[in-house]
C-alpha cells in the first residue's frame, strides 16, 4: 500500500517560476526522501529529511518536514526545463522499508 | 563509482512463458531492493535484502515471483508463469543501509502480450 500521497498529480509552470510540490503520509517516519525521475529513467535521489529536522536545502531545492501533521513539501527554485521530470516521496518507517508516493508529474514550459 | 547495472533494459514475451532480471548493485550497497512500477505509479517494493537475507517480501506475489541474491552481491527476480498484468518496468536499488540513500538503476521494461 502506498504511505506517501503527493499533491497535486500534475503541474505546469513557465520556466523561472518556483514549484512547489506536497506529501502526506500515514505513519511514523523514520526518514522521509525526495526523488527525481526523467521519462523512462530509473529515480534518482534528490534530498533526504530526517523525523529530527524541519527544513533541509540542497541548491535550488528546499524541503520541510512537519510531523505533527504527517506532511513534506519540495520547493524547486527558478525551474528550467531540464526539471521537467515526476517527483516521489518516499518513507522510511521503523520496518525499515522505503515506501513510495504516486507521484508528481512536472512540466516546466520553455 | 559504478551505477547499479540490471540487464536486459527491455523484454517482450507473451503470458504464461518466464523471464528473468538480472541486478549488480553498487559495491559494498549490504541492501538491495526490487522495485514494481506500473505506468502511472510509483514504485512499489516487491522484495528487499540485507545481505543474502530478505527482509521483506510481503508484497511479491510469491506463487509467480521469486528472486535469489547470492553470496550477498548480484541478485536475480524471475518470474514464471507472467501475466498480462506484469507490465511494468522493473528496478533495482541499492543502500548501504536499510531506508537510507537508495541508487537505482535505469530498469528493465517488461511487456507481457
Known amino acids: 500500500s502506498q504511505q506517501g500521497e503527493e499533491d497535486p498529480q500534475a503541474l505546469s509552470i513557465q520556466e523561472g517560476e518556483n514549484a512547489t510540490m506536497n506529501c502526506s503520509y500515514k505513519t511514523s517516519i523514520n526518514n522521509l526522501q525526495w526523488y527525481r525521475q526523467n521519462s523512462g529513467r530509473g529515480l534518482v535521489h534528490l534530498i533526504l529529511?530526517?523525523?529530527?529536522?524541519r527544513e533541509k536545502h540542497s541548491g535550488r531545492l528546499r524541503v520541510t518536514l512537519d510531523t505533527s501533521k504527517k506532511s513534506s513539501s519540495l520547493l524547486i527554485t527558478a525551474s528550467r526545463a531540464a526539471d521537467t521530470a515526476s517527483y516521489f516521496c518516499a518513507t522510511k518507517d521503523s520496518s525499515y522499508k522505503l515506501i513510495f508516493g504516486s507521484g508528481t508529474r512536472l512540466l516546466v514550459r520553455p | 563509482e559504478a551505477g547499479v547495472a540490471q540487464s536486459p533494459r527491455y523484454k517482450i514475451i507473451e503470458k504464461r512463458q518466464s523471464v528473468a532480471f538480472w541486478c549488480n548493485p553498487i559495491?559494498?550497497?549490504?541492501?538491495l531492493y526490487w522495485y514494481q512500477q506500473i505506468l502511472g505509479q510509483g514504485p512499489k517494493l516487491l522484495i528487499q535484502?540485507?545481505?543474502?537475507?530478505?527482509?521483506?517480501d510481503s508484497q511479491l506475489p510469491k506463487d509467480r515471483f521469486s528472486a535469489e541474491r547470492l553470496k550477498g552481491v548480484d541478485s536475480t527476480l524471475k518470474i514464471q508463469p507472467a501475466k498480462l498484468e506484469d507490465s511494468a518496468v522493473y528496478l533495482c536499488?541499492?543502500?548501504?543501509?536499510?531506508?537510507?540513500?537508495?541508487?537505482f538503476g535505469s530498469g528493465t521494461q517488461l511487456s507481457v502480450l
Open positions: 529529511i530526517r523525523s529530527n529536522e
Open positions: 536499488a541499492s543502500s548501504q543501509g536499510e531506508g537510507e540513500k537508495l541508487f
Open positions: 559495491s559494498g550497497h549490504a541492501t
Open positions: 535484502f540485507q545481505n543474502n537475507g530478505v527482509v521483506d
